[in-house]
Structure formats: C-alpha cells, structure tokens
C-alpha cells in the first residue's frame, strides 16, 4: 500500500515538472541553447557574423551641426518605407563617418520581411532568426562592453538621464533602428536578472497587474495601470465571468454582466509554447513588458533610440500624427505563444506578436507587430488540438468597456482571414505591422486591401481645410499601387492624388463652393468612390488664421508698410525651401464667382516664417483685375518638390483683407485723388437696384444681457467676442457683438453689438454701430453663385463698402452717411420680444416657460418640448437614466444624460453626457445625424448643419457647453458641470400656444402647463408627486415607433439598445418631497447639511438627501438660480424710445435711448447747433417733443445767411401791410373824392336843365303808350 503511495507521489511530482518544464526553461537551458546555437552556427557565441559581406555606402549628407530638437527633414528613406531616417528630439542627429550597411525595400511575404545588400532574406517560420540576420552594426559595443545591437537578448545597463550632454542619434543609427521589424524585448539583464520576461504569467496565472505611473488615454477614457495577459491582450477592467464564441463587444447587458476595457492584439486562450534548439532566436518564450516613461527629456542612449524610433515610425505610418513625440512608451511581446487546450506537440506550434504603445498623455497610437503566425483559435473556441486550426478564430480589435463602445479589427477579427495579419498592414512599409491612434476614437493607419463593402470609412488628416484650398490632405484605406490612379472627390470637385507609399496618399485640396461637412470619396483605379468620409470646410472668414498680421495696417488707405508672419513649418521642414507670396482677388461681376491671381509680391524669399510688404513696389502696376476691392494673400513653396520630396505644394492663405494698399494708386489714377468716394457711390448705385433685406431679419435686443440670454437667434461675433476677441476692429466701442446664428430666407444675416454700458450701438449714432448684412457668412444654397458664396459673398456686398464709404472717407462723408443711414442701417429694438426660457435639471426638476416648477424622476426617454404647428415643427427630448447608489445603497432618483432634437428637415443634434471616467478630456458627447462631432479646434467652434447651427463658447475647450440653434429661431443649451447636466430650451414668441411636453403649453398661464399629448389639461397638485408622475409625466415617455401626440425618439441606437432598453414604465422613485418626511430620525446630520448647502430652494435640499452628493446639490442650485434668473431678465419689459437720429455735422454726448436718458447734441467747430440742445426719452417710449425745433447744425455762414433772410423777412412782413393799408386808404379817399364832387355838380345844375328833362321823359312814357295801344287794336 505504502508503496502505491509513493508511486502515485512519484507520478504526480514528475507529471507537474513537465508541466512546468513545458511553460518556462530555466536560466541553465537558455544558455545551453544559446551555446547550442553558437556552435550550429560555428562562430564563437559572442558575435555572430554575417554569412555574406555587407555594401557599405559613406553616410548621408552630414547636418551642418547637432542640436537637440528636430529641426532637420528626415532623410530620404534606405529602407522600407518605415526606415527613413530622420533626425532626434532631445538627441539629434550628427553627421558620422562611419559605413553603415544600405537597406534596400522588398516584398515581404510570409518567407521574408526585409533583404540588405549582400545578405540572406529574413525567414517567416515558426521561429524569429533576427539575431543571425542582423540588419545593423554587429561591432557596435560601448566602452562598457555592450553590444547595442537591437535584437540583442541583454537588457542595457544604467537609468534614464536627463543630464546635459547626453546621447545624440544618428541619421544612420536610426535608419538601422527602423529598418527591424520587432521592437526590443530582453530576457536577460546585466545583473543576471531576467530583463522584460514575465516569468509570473504561466498557465495558472494568466495576467499581471502593471503600475504605468502615467495616464494613457484609451478609447475616450484614460488609466494609469493595466494587466498584461497571457491571452494575448492588455486589459483595465474585469471581463465577463464566461465567454461565449464568437466574442460581441460591447456587452449589451452591461453593467448586469462585466463588460472589460481592453486592447486585443490576439484575444485568445494561449499557453507558453517551446522553441527548438535549432531556432536562431533563442529568447525564452512568454510574454514580456517593458515600459520607458518621461522620454521627452531622456538624454541617456536607449531612452533617445526609444523615442526617435516610436515617433518616426508613427509620424510616418499614421496620418495626422506630424507633430507628435512620444513621453511614454510601452512595449508588450508575446513570443512563441501557442494555444490552449492542446496536446503536447501542439506547443512547438506557436505564434509571436508584438503592442508597442506610445502617448503624450493627450494622444495615444499603437503598433502592432504580428512576426509569426501559426494557429488560430483555441479549443474551447472550437480549435482543434493539434494545430489550432478551425473554430472561432482570435478576437482583433479595442473594447471601451462599460457598455460605450468597440472597434472590431475587420475582416481579420474572428475570420480565416486571421492569417493574413502577418502579411497585411504595411505600416512603415512592413508587412504584419498595424498602426492605430486609439485615444478617442479608433482611427486605422494601415490600408487594409480584402474589405468590400458599399460604404468603407476613410482615415485622412487634416479634417478641415479653408474653403479656398491648398489644404494637403493625407488619406488611409484602401491599399495604393504607384502605378494605379487615385481620384479625390471634395464635395463637387475631384482632384488626382499623390502616392506617398502603400499606406498613404495625398491629395490637396481644390477651392471649394461650400461651407460644413462635405462628402469626402476616393476611387482607385476604375473602382467606383466606395470610401468615403465627412471632410470640414471652413469659410475664409472664420478658418484656422496662418497669416497673421502685426498690426491693423493692412486695413489702411495708404500704409507705409504691412507686416505679416506664418508658421515656416506649416509649409515645409525644409528650413532651406523658398516661398512665393502672391496676391489674389474676388469679385462678382457674373454668376459664376471669380477668385482670380492678380499679382506677385515676392517670388522667391527664405521660408524664415515673417516678411515686411511695401505698398510703395507696387504705385506703377496696372493690373487688368483692378475691380477687385478686396482678397487674400498667398504663401506656397517655389519649389513643390521641397515638401517631404513630394511634386506639391501646401497653401496658406490670409484672412479677407481690403486691396486699398496696393490698388489705391491705379484707382487715383482713374477716379482721382477722391477714389474713395468714387467707389462708394458705384457700390451705392448697384446696392439700391437690389432687394431690401432688412425685413427678414431678427430685431436687435436693445440691451447686452438680453442678447446673451437670446441662445435661439443669436450668437457670439467671431470678430468682436468679449471671450476670446475683444480687438473689435470694425466695430470700435464695442465690447461684444452677436450675429444671428443661422441665415434667414433670403440669406441675411444681423448683427448686433453692445457698448461698455451693454446698450446696443447704432449706425445712427456713429459709423461703428451694428450693421445689418446682405449675405451671411455661411452663405446660402447652392454656394456656387455670385451673391451664395460663405464670406466671399458677404465681404463683396457688406464688408468693402465700409472700407469705402466710411473707413477711408470721413465718417460725416455723403457716402458714409448713405451708408450707414439708408444703405446699412441698424435696426432699432423698440419691437424685440425676448424668447420663452423653460429648464431640466437635478435628479431631475423642471421649470415650464410659464414658470411652474415641479419634480418628474421618470426612467427612459420623454418629450421635453415639441411643436403642435405642423406648419413649423421642433422636437427636443430628453433621456434619464438612474442615479448610481448613494452610501446607503440604491438611490430612487433620475438625472438627464442625454438630450436629442430636430427641427422640420434639419439634422438630428444629440448630446451626451460621457461616462465618469472618460470626461478627462470632453465632458459632452456632440453627435450630427448619429456622428461624432468636435469643438477642439478654432476653426470647428462653429457649425453649420442643415437647418442647424452647432457650437461651443470659444473660451472652452472641453465641450462642457453645446448651444444649437435651428432656423426657426428655436435653441437649446445644454451644460454639463462635474457629471450634471441641464438643458434649457428658448422659443421666439411665434411658438406661443403651440408647444407641448414636460415643459408645458407656453401661453403665459400656468394653469395648462400639464397638457397631455391628446391636448387635454391634466389638473395636478404640484406636491403631490406620485400624481405627476403616473398621470402626466408618464404620457410623455417616448418610444421607437411614432405615437400620436408624442412622436418617436430621435436619439441614435448603438449596439441594440432601443428606448425600450432606457425605459422602465413601473420604476417607483420617490414620491415624498420633503426631505424630513423621508429621511430617518437618525440622519439629522443629513437634514442640516442639505439647508447649510442650499438655503431655501427645495430642489436643492431633495437632491442631496436623495444622493448625499454635495455637487449634485450645489449645481442644482446653481441651475436653478440661473434658469429663474434668465426668465426674470426675460420677463421684464424693456421700453426704448428708439433712434434718435445726430444731427449731421454734430454729435450726441450719449447714446442711451432707454426711459430717463437725456441725450445733448454739440456742433462741430464752425457750426452753430439749432433746435433743442437736448432731448429726454419718456417713460412712454417717446423722445420729447422739441420745444426749438428739431436739432441741426448749421455752417456760421448759412447761419449768418438764415438770420439775413429771417431779418429781412420780418422786415417785409410789417412794411408789406403799412404798403397795402396806405393803398387801401389812399383808394378809398380818392373814391370819396370822386362821389363827392358827382354830387357837388349834380347839385350844381339850373331850373332849365331840370324842365327839359322832365320834358323827355313825359314824352317817352306817351310813346310807350301808343305802342301798347296800337298793339291791342291789332289783337
């Protein structure tokens, strides 16, 4: 019995030594092979030689001197693609005069990789023989005696340094370093020790936790540890407890099952394999890590080689990646791995592949190295035992974990296909290497050649360029061929591309029509455009500024010199290349717009990044385009070759800038010295045969606070912003300006700016008011004709007249003053409605537009406030999902993590709150038509979609707050502080009684705030709860299909998460108010913390006994307070009387038109002021009416004239009737005299004259008599 004991002992002791034997060799066996190995070889084991002699070449062109930044161009490249040399960061490259070998490209199949002049290719097998192929100086040993050769199994000795004068690379050296396939991985050390080996990882222990001492950004999220696994993956959180084949990512069913955050270079189950004592790499197989931290300092040899070698390989190998440095590497290596499951030979069948991460702590990029690759899957993924063969293959591809999101490696990931990793890629021209940057969204720098499909993603970088062009843009999909043709397609212009290498090719953008995103396509060959992409157009006006100007000169008549300077670099690293500097002009004198060359400033001068332009070379130019009022300055390279060897040129291009400085003299030679004024009455004349504009506009808030508070129709100046650009060059006074956020019908676009006392400034007052514009900046469709185009358009009718008219004449000018009064003039606000403010906020609580507050902690997606106007329909809605536990444990309580909305036709706008840990860099999620958009840059601040504008406050950069403003003046305004968001929607009063949802019917009654979705009011106590929730609040909740009344939910669906999914109708939160009433006796501490943080506002006390989350609470509060406040500002009536026009030749001492300002006029010298010196806007929103007159100056000439005339006048007034009553009264005498003197003569007659004539008449009468005598006879 005892001694079946022993045996069944004895068995079990020897079974579990050949386990172990299998999973690690020893220290003794390593070198035994290595001894092994030497003697095969028949060369002593120290040094290896080379079987065949080595071309040598002298080394390249030496650099002038070292220096320890990279100032100088890579070298052209001696190797693959990936070998170029290039020069050192922190140690730089110095000329040598040592002969280095001369790395040629080639074909690397599955039996080679790489071939040097005179040696034998390096073989693909199931075993590395780097070592025997060494591609660089075998003799290359240090004073201490180490070899540095990169395959060596050694670790180096010594600690990172930073010390002054340290290690300087060579061109040569780094060429060398490039040109190996594998990164370093060390199992031994100088100090016996076992180097980068994980000797603690075996069958039993599959992962290792690791202290990175630095945060690398993954994925959106960002960590400072990792496990390293034996299964071929680095991983940062928990996975699922059972894996179930094929493998999804993510875990739909998370958080109930884990859902682990991981890179996954081979997700399989593996086990150490073995090597045979033939195998030329004789390092132990296992799994390896190494990390090098703070290398953008390190001066000591392998710290500078680390570095220069990651940043070179990625510069080159991923677009985008121009500028990056490394500070902190990892290297991870998986040698000689094989499967789990199988039987004992199945060991010898192994793979071998290689992560190499590298990171600035803000971006992150990723090599994988696949060298070997033998099996693919695992037993329990259905492999076979023996080969690996069959089943699920190993999972490629990235994980965020929690639920987020996952980049699946396609067609590799989980396919036959899986082989083909080893083979693929050509990143730096090798094949089995794979480049990816992985910090927000997984971005490919490999082509990948066995996808077809309809729609294929494009990785290209920049994103953006200006819409005039010369933007050179670097392009990853597809695989290139340097034979085959490569089309880019910008919107509606195509352009051939450039071959750069198989990875990469390039293609400079064309001048486009257009502003916002863009289709971007590539076809290769006869292909159609498969590969597409979103590129940005930024307008000329607000794109990424790369001339800059030293002062405001070039805005002059007649500057004495203009300054500008650029970024020599945005051009060329060639510090030797030459630019030429030209002027261009636009005009608009036909349909098609006409951006045209005009003349040459400088046609070759030093890339020195600055230059000094005098208007005084160019008095005698007589160009053809002299119409031309207004364009830009170019910068380009003499020499296109001179950019990274390549036949093109990238284009800088300037701001818009006025042409007075160089055509002012051939417009003086046509119009006369008064040229000013010429131009200005043409722009005049042809201005008033076009369409009144300003009806279509919105009304200017008459007051600052207003205009901030109006987040539906306005938004910040670019040009005037009190954030980020005070300067205010063409509105001087100002301290901040807005525009209308979106153009209107007609394509109009107001501004409004305010002065130091927040009133709004008017044309009226001075030439530096608000001005209406004809064209808005973003243009209108179709972008391509004269008067559509983004600011070009706008400066040809808006921005050169004021240069004309008022900037180069004076501001009491005729021109000016047409301008500014007819032309342009600023509308006043005696009309200006403020919007309808209505809030969400807490866990969560809402306040309507008529002002009633109320709590709804419904669970899913629900309407926040939707149109009833088929005519003019808006939808905003809002997602809720439940609080995390509190200390107590579950918190029955909801918090807004997402808000979605849409106009008529518009896009879709969706923000999202981002999970805890991945708001390091971007607190919101902005997503247009279910893509990700950002705000990080100048240029993107702003963003046009259809029907949609979209930005951020210029000041913030990590999109905290997102503003979207649709064309029917509609916005919402979404903010996010410490993981709490609010949303808050403003209405221009067209949508008074036509809205509906959560917030309520605006109609200034609070009474039918709680209308439900079938129009009927819902009468409801606000204390009461439970009541809101189950007979209003629920009514509103949204689904995927379209419900009557409600409609469906907008927000994007990732990974089969439905509405249904956020939704939960039975979910009973907490329906008692009161904090007392709900909280235990016992927690009276809690009672006081909650009136000690929030006072009065109840919303704030519920939110912290609910949480005990003291941010939850303040920003509760905090939200509260400024919705409340925003309505009030809202609510109260601003009553202004109005323009009140200056008197031409004189001037307002104030330009306040609010109730109570008294505003005095004053004359210019020379002028005599009449009317009323001062005039008083009533309470009534009347100016007074004047008791002089109105106001006007008058020269002391035609003054002294008007008191002539006045004088003279009042004398004629009273000598005129003295003249007439003298007339009068002589007539009258005279007649007096006449009838006087009839009456003296007929009194004056004799006794005679009076018979005879009494005589007469006697015989008359008896004539009169016979006749009627006569006739009666007759009768």
Known sequence: MRFKLFLVCALACGFMAYVLANENFSTEEEDQIINSKAEILEVPPEIIKQKEPVETKPKVKPTPKATTTSTVKPAKPTAPAAAAAAPATGGAVIPGQRLVPVVHASSRDTDSILSVSGLKPQAMSGALVMPYDYLGELYDVDSSGYNWDPNNNVAPSGTASTAAGGYTITTARLAELRSTFLYWFFDKDQYGGRGDYQFDIHASMTQLHKNLNFQLPFYGFRFNYTRLSLNGYLEFSDPPEYLTYPLVFPIKDWPAKRDPSFMGIFFSKCRVGRIYPSDIDQRTPGVYFRVERDLMGRTDRFGVEVRERTMWDIRTGVVGADTFVPKHVVIATWKNVSFAGGIDNSLFTTNTFQMVLATDEVYTYVIWNYAVLNWLSHTEAGGDTTKGEGGTPAYVGFNAGNGTQAYEYKPYSQNMVIRDLANRGWGNGFPGRHIFRIDEQILIGSCNKDIDAALLPLTFAPESGNMLGGQVVNITGPCFDPDIRVTCHFDTESVLGTYVDRNRVICVQPFLKAEGYIRFQISVGVQRFKWRGKYFVETPAAATEKIFFATDDVHKKNPNEIRITWSAFNLTSNSAANVMISLWGYRETKIEPQLEYIDVIEASYSNTGSYVISPSNYINRNNINSDMQFGFLQINLTQPEQYSGLALSPILWSRPIPLGWYMGPQWERKHGIRWPRALCDNWIRNDRFLRNFAADLPLCPCTLDQAVLDKGRFRPDRECDKDSNPSCLRQRGAIHCVVSGTPVAQGAEQQC??????????????????????????????????????????????????????????????????????RRPTQDCVAYQAPGIAGVFGDPHFVTFDGTAYTFNGLGEFVL?????????????????????????????????????????????EVRLRPLHARWRYRLDVLADGRKVYFDRESLKFQHFDGVTVYTPTYLLNQSQVVVQFDAGVGVEIVENEGFMTGRVFLPWKFINKTAGLFGNWSFNPLDDFMLPNGQVASLNLNDLRSIHTNFGLKWMLTDRDVPGVGAALFTREFGRMASYYANATFAPN?????????????????????????????????????????????????????????????????????????????????????????????????????????????????????????????????????????????????????????????????????????????????????????????????????????????
């Open 753 to 822: 700016c305010y002065d130091r006392y927040g009133y709004l400034m008017l044309t009226y007052d001075q030439m530096w008011g608000s001005r209406p514009r004809r064209i808005h900046n973003l243009g209108k469709m179709p972008w391509n004709e004269a008067s559509k185009v983004p600011s070009l358009s706008m400066w040809f009718h808006d921005m050169r007249p004021f240069y004309t008219c008022c900037s180069w004449q004076e501001e009491q000018a005729v021109g000016c003053e047409t301008y500014r009064f007819e």
């Open 865 to 909: 406030a939707r149109s009833t106007d088929e005519s003019e329909r808006f939808e905003v809605q809002g997602r809720f999902e439940q609080l995390p536990d509190n200390y107590y444990g579950e918190v029955k309580a909801t918090q807004l993590t997402a808000v979605a909305m849409r106009g008529n036709t518009t896009t879709t706008i």
């Open 1071 to 1275: 329906y008692v108010l009161d904090p007392a009433d709900f909280l235990p006796a016992n927690r009276t501490y809690d009672l006081e913390r909650a009136e000690e943080l929030c006072g009065e506002c109840y919303q704030c006390q519920y939110d912290y006994a609910m949480t005990l989350n003291r941010d939850l609470a303040h920003f509760t509060k905090n939200y509260y307070d400024t919705l409340v406040n925003m309505q009030a500002e809202n609510r109260q009536r601003v009553i202004s009387c109005g323009v009140l026009q200056t008197p031409r030749f004189g001037r307002k001492l104030s330009f306040d038109f609010m109730p109570g300002a008294k505003v005095s006029f004053e004359c210019n010298e020379g002028f005599i002021l009449i009317g009323d010196q001062r005039r008083e806007c009533l309470a009534s929103g009347l100016w007074n009416i004047p008791e002089y007159g109105y106001t006007e100056c008058l020269r002391n000439e035609e003054q002294s004239a008007r008191v002539a005339s006045i004088s003279l006048g009042m004398v004629l007034l009273i000598l005129i009737p003295c003249l007439l009553l003298l007339v009068c009264g002589a007539n009258y005498w005279i007649r007096e005299q006449i009838a006087k003197e009839e009456a003296e003569a007929a009194a004056a007659l004799s006794p005679r004259a009076k018979w005879l004539k009494l005589k007469e008449q006697h015989q008359q009468d008896q004539e009169q008599q016979q006749q009627l005598q006569k006739s009666h006879e007759e009768i």
